[in-house]
């Protein structure tokens, strides 16, 4: 065996504590990632729940009865409706074809794609590696992902819809020099795309907001540059797995093409897949009412995140139009000048359409996932008066 000479102990003492200094800092670079991945922003369930009593669930049971006979006569929903409180379920329903060419039914254990809900997901995901100090709310985007183009464009502003960038969908679909919609686009081509073709933007970068999907295909590209690990396996890590979100995943087209639950028209007749289906982050995300109440409670858990960052989740980041609709970070709002506040996200996709509701003040959860095309999963928001002062104005045939 060869020895180390003495003289030599100390240089390599040195080299050690400097080797094993490098990667603590924030990213700065698009090719660092964090050697130890232990350290994700994991989410923690909430603890006991405060038990609800008996005459409170029938007290509020009779309209929110009332309600689901009305948007979906006859059990004509063909997807699952959760309203809880205190993480409590107090009411729920599945009714509906999962497949219809296999007879299946939807029940409590059918994940369905919940469309753009997914973005409150890959949000919570993003503010965790936020919060862990990985990265920076107004970090720039092109210290993370080197070859992004906008040089002023911040995570904060593609948390915000406030990049300006144009919807991919769109600039993938008109001109055959930008993609050939014969190949599947992932959230990688969209990013080259970005870097190099002329696509322009819908709007100078941090100026307005703008709804757009390209900015949750690029936050999930982020996570997947500081966590080192796919976008599924992350979101898994950080999320599903802790929370025992058991019938909760990322869609994968290798694996699951041939197994997911399908989306149907209105008619019945059901709806293929397309050329967009493998972008992730802004969609792509397969779950049930019921994990989806486990997640609620955790991101609502006390030490979710710290104190001055939720603030900035729940506070309306576009505010040069007076109004009261507003996006904070990964999260709908309606701020009415009374003071009440309405959050919430909304997800359309194919066939499938979706709405997540979370009555902070009340701890309440209100959801609806459907695979068949229909608007009235979004009429769940109407349920929100019977648990608080939420100032509404329904007209009777909305």
């Not at 004509?76 to 219809?100: C, P």
């Not at 307005?208 to 890590?237: D, H, P, V, W």
């Amino acid at each position: 065996m060869r020895f180390v000479k003495k003289a030599n102990i100390p240089q390599i003492l040195f080299l050690i504590l400097v080797l094993s200094s490098c990667g603590k800092d924030k990213t700065s670079s698009s090719d660092r990632t964090p050697e130890v991945k232990d350290t994700l922003g994991k989410m923690t369930p909430m603890g006991p729940e405060k038990k609800i009593t008996q005459p409170y669930i029938n007290s509020v049971n009779g309209r929110i009865n009332h309600f689901y006979n009305k948007n979906w006569p006859n059990n004509s929903m063909n997807g699952s409706f959760l309203v809880a409180k205190n993480g409590q379920i107090i009411f729920e329903r599945y009714n509906g074809y999962a497949n219809k060419n296999k007879n299946t039914k939807i029940t409590a254990d059918t994940p369905v794609q919940i469309a753009s809900v997914s973005k409150v997901l890959t949000a919570t995901a993003v503010l965790k590696l936020i919060d862990l100090g990985k990265i920076e709310l107004d970090q720039k985007v092109n210290t993370i992902l080197k070859t992004f183009p906008y040089e002023e464009c911040t995570v904060r502003m593609l948390l915000s819809h406030r990049s300006g960038m144009r919807s991919y969908a769109y600039f993938t679909d008109h001109d055959k020099s930008v993609w050939d919609r014969h190949n599947q686009l992932t959230n990688k081509d969209i990013l080259d795309i970005l870097a190099t073709k002329d696509v322009g933007l819908e709007s100078r970068v941090g100026t307005r907001f703008g709804y757009c999907n390209t900015n949750y295909a690029m936050l999930a590209l982020i996570i997947e540059k500081i966590t080192g690990l796919t976008y599924k396996e992350a979101m898994s890590q950080m999320i599903f797995k802790p929370l025992g979100m058991m019938h909760t995943y990322v869609f994968d087209d290798d694996k699951d093409r041939k197994s997911i639950v399908p989306s149907y028209k209105g008619n019945g007749a059901e709806i293929g897949f397309d050329y967009l289906d493998n972008v992730y982050g802004d969609k792509n995300i397969f779950s049930t009412v019921r994990d989806l109440l486990k997640f609620d409670r955790a991101r609502n858990a006390p030490g979710f995140l710290k104190p001055a960052l939720l603030k900035e989740v729940y506070t309306g980041q576009s505010n040069e139009r007076k109004g009261s609709k507003n996006y904070g970070l990964g999260i709908r709002m309606i701020n009415w000048e009374t003071g009440q506040n309405f959050y919430f996200h909304n997800g359309w996709w194919h066939g499938n359409t979706s709405s997540y509701i979370t009555l902070q003040k009340e701890e309440v959860t209100i959801i609806a996932l459907s695979n068949k095309m229909t608007r009235k999963t979004y009429a769940v928001r109407k349920l929100a008066p019977i648990f608080g002062d939420y100032p509404f104005k329904f007209k009777d045939d909305e």
